[in-house]
């Protein structure tokens, strides 16, 4: 099957477009400071399971947990009435010239998908990357956020992405097999 990859980035805060509708009162958008390797794997399968996301899945506990505890990770949690309902997974890495921000996951959980939270949640988790710097010691001010999405993901996630700013700086063709679709949240329907 043929995948096509797409790079994107914002070089300034201020390429930043908000989402067309803001967070409904009932929502708000958290930082899970101390997450632990079993909910970061939770929100992954959630949100990653109808999206052929696994490359995590073979890891041992202690190897993610080592991703989660490495500085510059953040993981931000959209809540809805109580209840994950999606996130984004940030990763800083600091340079001499600027810390660069990778998104390294973001969606919402299926049965939040379109009612209009992916552009307010992408938009708080790109400000919040923009200001990663300051909740890092020993990072420079942030000079990139950029993340890359595949047409295996979502069908709104490259168009939420340009339509929070983020412009294309990469294109990619692979050939690749996806993952057997049995390594997702829940076990096939049976007819």
């Known amino acids: 099957m043929l995948v096509t990859t797409t790079h994107l980035e914002q070089t300034a805060p201020e390429q930043l477009v908000p989402g067309s509708q803001p967070l409904p009162h009932n929502a708000r958008v958290e930082q899970v400071v101390d997450i632990s390797p079993e909910f970061s794997r939770f929100l992954y399968q959630c ?3 109808g999206w052929n ?3 995590r899945l073979p890891l041992a506990r202690s190897q993610w947990d080592a991703i989660l505890r490495t500085p510059g990770a953040e993981t931000w949690v959209l809540w809805l009435d109580g209840a994950p ?5 940030l990763m800083g890495r600091p340079g001499p010239a600027g810390s660069d921000v990778e998104i390294l996951y ?7 998908l379109g009612r209009g939270l992916g552009g307010a949640l992408l938009a708080e988790g790109i400000q919040q990357a923009w200001q990663l710097d300051r909740r890092w010691p020993g990072f420079q001010p942030v000079s990139r956020v950029w993340v890359h999405t595949c047409s295996l993901d979502g069908p709104a996630a490259l168009a939420n992405y340009q339509a929070r700013g983020m412009t294309v700086f990469k294109t990619e063709e692979e050939d690749i097999e996806p993952q057997d679709a049995s390594t997702g949240l829940w076990p096939a329907e049976q007819p």
């Open 85 to 89: 309902a999606g996130y984004i997974e």
């Open 106 to 112: 973001f969606g919402l959980f299926p049965e939040f």
């Open 53 to 55: 996301w696994t490359d």
């Open 47 to 49: 949100v990653g399971s």
